[in-house]
């Protein structure tokens, strides 16, 4: 089993940035993906972005590139989501997500084997 915690939303106001957090606890060598999906009210849960344990390579969905990036801390088993240029519609719960298999399809919240609370971003106009 993987524990996600996510930490860093808040409300901010347009043009803002924020960071969120996701330390990873227990089985975390087997982790292969890592992810951040996001849900607004009366919406589906989306990909925002992910990141390879393996190789540090980054995925981002087309809404948030340019303005999220995506890290990872090994030493901490945590990784990072810096938003900046936030947006109205960015507005959404934020959640962390945790995938063993190297043949998960990391845009999809089906490939994803574990998940955190999530965490609130409100950003104002």
């Known amino acids: 089993q993987v524990q996600l915690v996510e930490s860093g939303g808040g409300l901010v106001q347009a043009g803002d940035s924020l960071r969120l957090s996701c330390a990873a606890s227990g089985r975390t060598f087997n982790i292969n993906s890592l992810g951040w999906f996001r849900q607004a009210p009366g919406k589906e849960r989306e990909f925002v972005s992910a990141?390879?344990?393996?190789?540090?390579?980054?995925y981002y969905a087309d809404s948030v590139k340019g303005r999220f990036t995506i890290s990872m801390d090994n030493t901490k088993n945590t990784v990072y989501l810096q938003m900046n240029s936030l947006k109205p519609e960015d507005t959404a719960r934020y959640y962390c997500?945790?995938?063993?298999?190297?043949?998960?399809?990391?845009?999809?919240?089906?490939?994803?084997?574990?998940w955190g609370q999530g965490t609130q971003v409100t950003t104002s106009s």
């Open positions: 990141i390879k344990w393996s190789d540090s390579n980054t």
């Open positions: 997500a945790a995938g063993d298999s190297r043949w998960m399809n990391v845009f999809s919240f089906g490939g994803y084997d574990y």
